[in-house]
């Protein structure tokens, strides 16, 4: 018999995590049915790559998957702000219905230009706000730092409300918040918790004011190579995964933040309705300029979707 085929799926996040359930789940199920022709290895928490070297990890094809947030995608794909503009998706079933459209497809096409297939979208969730100070209006972010990842719009983002968007990679993103090199950050609750923000940010705010999403990504010259019926199975694999990770991700998080809240280690916010208004006011002309650079099509589905 030959020998298996080696799939390493390198990831930065904890498995504790939608992108981690998810990785695990498609071990699972691939070395459930394609047993002893593939083996995949699952290297969570950068073990392997840090977000900022994954990229050429997969390109060099010493990993075979990753699922890099689509923030760190816009240099391949410039359609792909889209999901970085602020209070675009109304919540987290919106962006899922827009992943679940035939739109979505032409997103992923451009990024075989780069050496890379784009298998599906995954989702996490909403991005929150912590800091440490409280955060009710976007004034009170004047003046602090907040790490964010590697992307032009998220930092124009920070502008507009007076602070500054500092670039780092995630797994730095705690040493960071611990040594006050910055103030404050943005994440999903399931990232939040287990990056354990809550031990060094003493205040949280539910902004809801984006979304963190992933492209399950592939090494093109090696899924070229693959055996036709093994990719047949695995892209079913992969869809089956997708849906399971998107209708999960809501759950993982929600439980994320009960445990931030048991823990009581920070002050966790909601915002009333008027205070939730101002943070999308303060955004009104910055998403409508930075949604002007972005093919109306592909907007246009956004829009369809937030009904
Ligand atoms: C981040 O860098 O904050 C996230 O993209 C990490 C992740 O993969 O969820």
Known sequence: ?????????????SENTPK????????????????????????????????????????????????????????????LSLFDLPFLFKDFNSVVKYWRRDISRELLSPLANNGFVGLDFWGNGMKQMTATREIRLPSDAAGLKFRIQDSEILKREYEVIGAAGIPAE????????????????ENTWSNIYTQNYQDVQSNMTETNHGVIGYILVTNRTFWAQLPFDVKVELNEIIHEVTDTVNNEAIVLNNQALQKLIDSNKSTILTLNESEKDAWKEAYASFLAIEGSHINRSVLRAAEIVNR
Do not use: C, W
């Open 170 to 185: 995630f797994s730095n993103s705690f040493t960071a918040l611990k040594n006050g090199i910055v103030q404050g950050t």
């Open 20 to 79: 981690g359930q998810g990785a695990l789940l498609f071990k699972k199920l691939v070395e459930e049915r394609l047993a002893g022709r593939v083996v995949v290895q699952v290297f969570p928490n950068a073990l392997l790559y840090s977000d900022t070297d994954e990229i050429n990890g997969l390109l060099t094809n010493e990993v075979q998957l990753i699922a890099p947030s689509i923030s760190k995608l816009i240099q391949y794909n410039p359609e």
């Open 1 to 13: 018999m030959a020998e298996p085929i080696v799939i390493k799926f390198s990831h930065v996040v």
